[in-house]
C-alpha cells in the first residue's frame, strides 16, 4: 500500500466526509476505521472517498431490483485480489460485489465491480482518475485509452471518473455503477429496446 491509502494525507477529507453524510458519519467512522476496514486499502483520498460512498451505500442497503453490496478484500490485513480469486467467490445472484485493487492480467483496477443475474455475470472496472497514477497529460491518456481496450477484449469494461467529480457528488457515481448493472440486466429482458431504463419505467402501472 502506498501512503496515499491513508486518509490523513488529505486534511479536507473527513470534513468532506461530514458535509455528505451529515449523521451517518460517526456510523461510518466506526465501522470503517476504527476497525481498520474500507477506506484504508484504498490508494488516494479520492479513492478513499469513493470507497466510502460504496460502503454507505452497503449500510443503507440501497440499490435497483433489491440489490445488496457485497465488499471483499476491504480490511488492510486482507491480501489484494486476482481476478481469479475475485470470481471464485463474487458467486451470489443479485448482488453487486466490489473489491479495490484487483490484479487482471498485468494490470490493477482500482475497483473491479461484478453483479450475477440469471446465472449471467457482468462485469465492471471503475477507475478514479485525477492523482499520481492517472496524470492527464496526452501520453497518459492514451495509455489509458489502450488499457481500457484491453481490458475490455478481456470482457471488462471500464468506467472512469474525474477526481473532481467523486469529490464533488461520491454518491452519484455509486448510482451510475448500480444503473450500468440495472441497464445490463434489462438488455437482456427488454434485448429489442433502445433504452432499458425507459422499457422498464414504460413496463411499469
Known sequence: MTGGGNMSDDQNFYQRLSALYDNERETLYTSLVEDGSGVGVCESPVENLLAAAFCLTRMRNSGNMGRG???LGWHEHEARFSFQEFMG?????RFIYIAPQVSIACYRVDFLCSCRVGGITDLLA???DG???HERTKQQAQRDKARDRDL???GVPVMRFTGSE???DPMQAVQSVDEYFFDAACRRMFPDERSSRLAVK???P
Open 69 to 71: 453490496i457485497v465488499l
Open 89 to 93: 467467490v463474487a458467486t451470489g445472484d
Open 126 to 128: 471503475v477507475e478514479c
Open 131 to 133: 492523482h499520481a497514477f
Open 152 to 154: 475490455l477484449t478481456m
Open 166 to 168: 467523486i469529490w464533488r
Open 202 to 204: 414504460r413496463d411499469v
